[in-house]
T-cell receptor, first 114, second 111 residues
Framework: ETGVTQSPTHLIKTRGQQVTLRCSSQ?????VSWYQQALGQGPQFIFQ???????GRGNFPPRFSGLQFPNYSSELNVNALELDDSALYLC?????????????FGPGTRLLVL | DQQVKQNSPSLSVQEGRISILNCDYT??????FLWYKKYPAEGPTFLIS?????DKNEDGRFTVFLNKSAKHLSLHIVPSQPGDSAVYFC??????????FGTGTSLTVIP
């Protein structure tokens, strides 16, 4: 069984640029969620994708967007990067049940915006 | 608006003793709760969960207790081992998709 993988592991961008982060879900899972974890904080929910559609969104602006592909892998895109976007971005996969599902996390991508 | 709170940023425990990590929540719609463990440079690892229809769930050395009236859950680790040293996050969800996390408690188990 393959776990959740994310790429790249680290990334440095400058303010105003755009970034794409990638995630491969655990085998057998059909749902991917993205979280932002700032230093000293818990993960904050960005959005979830199920069957290639957005299935819930947290309090993040539209410049945070995503995609899910037929193989259930996913991308997180962030446009017009701001300094406050510097954080660890976590991807989690799960098997959709509607409620009571457990999310399994990848190692994260650490983004630094200068 | 922090709906899940872990008020103790850190905890130190002697090896072999019990570790008790606490978590409070404000949203009465939460019906599924989880604990995750996180080592540096890794993603959170799922530890144990509990549904709101239960008040206790055990898995080996880990037990989670849920007190719905107090909107409080706790994680007990017995006996504590040095390998348990990590940051522990509690999380809760009302719907199964959006998880709300606390800010974490850093546990140090002293050999």
């Amino acid at each position: 069984e393959t776990g959740v993988t994310q790429s790249p592991t680290h990334l440095i961008k400058t303010r105003g640029q755009q970034v794409t982060l990638r995630c491969s879900s655990q085998s057998g899972h059909n749902t991917v969620s993205w979280y932002q974890q700032a230093l000293g904080q818990g993960p904050q929910f960005i959005f979830q994708y199920y069957r290639e559609e957005e299935n819930g969104r947290g309090n993040f602006p539209p410049r945070f967007s995503g995609l899910q592909f037929p193989n259930y892998s996913s991308e997180l895109n962030v446009n017009a990067l701001e300094l406050d976007d510097s954080a660890l971005y976590l991807c989690a996969s799960s098997l959709f049940r509607g409620r009571g599902e457990t999310q399994y996390f990848g190692p994260g991508t650490r983004l630094l915006v200068l | 608006d922090q709906q899940v709170k872990q008020n103790s940023p850190s905890l130190s425990v002697q090896e072999g003793r019990i570790s008790i990590l606490n978590c409070d929540y404000t949203n009465s719609m939460f019906d599924y709760f989880l604990w995750y463990k996180k080592y540096p440079a890794e993603g959170p690892t799922f530890l144990i969960s509990i549904s709101s229809i239960k008040d206790k769930n055990e898995d080996g050395r880990f037990t989670v207790f849920l007190n719905k009236s107090a909107k409080h859950l706790s994680l007990h680790i017995v006996p504590s081992q040095p390998g348990d040293s990590a940051v522990y996050f509690c999380a809760a969800t009302p719907t199964g998709n959006q998880f709300y996390f606390g800010t974490g408690t850093s546990l140090t188990v002293i050999p």
